[in-house]
């Protein structure tokens, strides 16, 4: 058996592995241009707010950090709710090829995004979608949908169904007794989906590259890849617009971690 003091060092190691990217990563946005490759320290000897001045004053940064927020807000509120009838479906109602239908929606999710991008721009581009938040929310919704739904099937088949039956059989519908009984109930797995989903789409780069034609369309991992000026990259401007991208990801991780992680084991336990 590992020992007290080891278990705690091994933590602060492991916790010393994660942050330390992090702080670099501040750090680093907090130097100056000069510096940062001819005397690059742990502790700046001078500190400069002139990458983020330069992030909002020339590179309109708002702008893909918008287009990130509508993006990600769009999936999320249309994704988690058919997520959810999809998943009450599969956990509640008796039919044959239930594990065959879940199987072939998470295997949805795991075919590889590059080899469906040539399609997928052409049909955008046919029905004039190209560079527009709906040829980014469909995408979206495809590939983040089936990992709601496997966790929430998870979590619908935990909960026990005497509270639904007896609404049942006191006259409310099937979609009542869902709405009134079972969604207050798995409110913790539904806040897990929606947060896991919100991510996914704030992280996503290769759709938002293939399908956006220009910076007023350009989410913010985009638009981070594209400052690179013709000779140099300002790593400066880089960094410190991660540490902007990265801070609402890290407090809304931050704030539902527990549900996150609760969510996950809940959908993992039962198949």
């Given at each position: 058996m590992i020992g007290t003091r080891t278990r705690i060092a091994l933590a602060i190691v492991l916790l010393g592995l994660l942050i330390a990217p992090l702080y670099w990563m501040v750090v680093s946005s907090l130097t100056?241009?000069?510096?940062?490759?001819?005397?690059p320290s742990l502790v700046p000897a001078s500190v400069t707010l002139d990458h983020y001045r330069a992030l909002f004053s020339e590179r309109n940064f708002l702008v893909p950090i918008r287009n990130s927020l509508v993006v990600a807000a769009l999936t999320t509120l249309i994704a988690v709710p058919s997520a959810a009838l999809c998943a009450y479906a599969i956990a509640r109602l008796r039919f044959p090829g239930r594990g065959l239908l879940l199987a072939l929606i998470l295997a949805v999710s795991m075919f590889?995004?590059?080899?469906?991008?040539?399609?997928?721009?052409?049909?955008?581009?046919?029905?004039?979608?190209?560079?527009?938040?709906?040829?980014?929310?469909?995408?979206?919704?495809?590939?983040?949908?089936?990992?709601?739904v496997w966790l929430l099937t998870g979590f619908f088949r935990q909960l026990p169904r005497d509270l639904e039956e007896a609404a049942m059989l006191d006259g409310a519908s099937r979609l009542r007794a869902l709405r009134d009984v079972v969604l207050p109930l798995a409110a913790p797995g539904v806040a897990t989906a929606a947060i896991l989903t919100f991510l996914y789409c704030w992280n996503e780069f290769l759709f938002a590259l293939s399908f956006t034609l220009g910076p007023d369309r350009y989410t913010?991992?985009?638009?981070?890849?594209?400052?690179?000026?013709?000779?140099?990259?300002?790593?400066?401007?880089?960094?410190?617009?991660?540490?902007?991208?990265?801070?609402?990801?890290?407090?809304?991780?931050?704030?539902?971690q527990r549900r996150i992680v609760a969510g996950l084991t809940s959908g993992a336990s039962k198949g």
């Open positions: 100056p241009e000069a510096r940062l490759f001819q005397a590889p995004q590059v080899s469906v991008v040539p399609t997928l721009y052409l049909v955008l581009r046919a029905v004039g979608l190209l560079d527009t938040y709906p040829g980014l929310v469909l995408p979206y919704i495809t590939f983040s949908a089936p990992l709601a913010v991992p985009v638009a981070v890849t594209l400052f690179r000026g013709r000779y140099q990259v300002p790593w400066g401007q880089v960094l410190a617009a991660t540490v902007v991208a990265t801070i609402p990801v890290a407090v809304l991780v931050a704030a539902f």
